[in-house]
């Protein structure tokens, strides 16, 4: 499994990223991207990685935490096996490096997920840097 996130970047607090992530080799069985729950996760320095959001396989539900909530859009594209994240509104506190990940217990998306991905999930890409100035 492959993964690659991009996007990143320095922005000024209140302005907007899109980062994308693709991820390829989740051809376990038969699957594909489209079988897959997907997640975000950032890590800011001297912190855990947490998670804040995730979208079910089909791409109808999503679940973000309340930091986050109306400000970051998850989304994806199952024809190009990508995942999206839309930020707007940054934060400073916002500032981390931004990964994504894949449940492979569950198509779901659900709070419970976040916690079920960061303890399986073992094929972590290098991430992308969000830096938002204030």
């Known amino acids: 499994v492959q993964v690659q996130e991009s996007g990143g970047g320095l922005v000024q607090a209140g302005g907007s990223l899109r980062l994308s992530c693709t991820i390829s080799g989740l051809t376990i069985s038969g699957l594909t991207f489209g079988d897959y729950g997907m997640a975000w996760f950032r890590q800011a320095p001297g912190k855990e990685r947490e998670g804040f959001g995730c979208i079910n396989a089909r791409g109808d539900k999503t679940y973000t935490v309340d930091s986050v909530k109306g400000r970051f859009t998850i989304s994806r594209d199952n024809a190009k096996d990508t995942l999206y994240l839309q930020m707007n509104d940054l934060k400073p506190e916002d500032t981390a490096m931004y990964f994504c990940?894949?449940?492979?217990?569950?198509?779901?998306?659900?709070?419970?997920?976040?916690?079920?991905?960061?303890?399986?999930?073992?094929?972590w890409g290098q991430g992308t840097q969000v830096t938002v100035s204030s």
């Open positions: 990940a894949a449940d492979l217990v569950s198509p779901d998306c659900t709070e419970l997920s976040l916690e079920v991905i960061r303890e399986d999930f073992r094929d």
